[in-house]
């Protein structure tokens, strides 16, 4: 059962976010911030507690807090971003996840981001990506091993993360999108396949039985919903626009 979500505000420089490739339209800060918020009621309205970190104008990603930890059972494994601009986004989510768990740090040359890290009961599978390398893979592996938790290394290509071509939803369902990672990396778990048009919407968020969806991508909405999950869809066009998705905005516990 989740009760807490550690969120935090879009940055005063979010125009400025990361991105692979530029954006056709720019980035509209104040719709972002809307969609932040009405994020963050959803996350409220499904019961959790909310914390919130407060932006940053000099780390224009700084919204994308699940990238900065790996919060397990009481213990968070800070991490070393795998762009360097984020690096600095850490030391705030450091300083509130010390209220709430036992925190371990990330030393170079490991890298790793949050978004690569999905854990599913005792396993945490994570990505092996452009941002995640193995030395980050083997030093979760050091802190979340002795607690129970298997760590299974997944080659990422062709996405940021391993999270945003897919999700786990609960009662051993996932979404995973088409032509990603081999579905066989995921042991024993029905995989809700997710069309390449759709592939956006593989990341969800689940909480606590709700899934909230990305809004316009009615094929995933429904395969979700006749897997016997209720969904929230959420307008995400400003968030997509700096490379991040629903799960990225949060760090629930
Ligand atoms: C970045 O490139 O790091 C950000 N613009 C997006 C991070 C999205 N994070 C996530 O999916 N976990």
Redesign the pocket.
Known sequence: MLTRAIVRGISDSYQN????TPNEHPIDVDLARQQHSRYVETLRALGLEIIEVPQDPRF??CC?V??CALFHNGVALLTN?G?PS?RGEVRAVRFCLEKYAATESMEGPATM???DCLRINNQIYIGLSS?TNLAGIERARQVFGPLGLQIVPVEVRGA??L??VCSYLGNRKMVLAENSVPASTFNNIEIIMIPPEEAYAA?CLSVNGTVICSAGYPKTEAAVKLAGFQTVPLSMTEIKK????L??LSILS
């Open positions: 976010a990361t991105v692979e224009p990603d994308f699940e990238d971003p762009e984020r981001d949050g978004g941002r940021l993360h999270k945003s990341n700096g490379d991040g998705s799960t990225c």
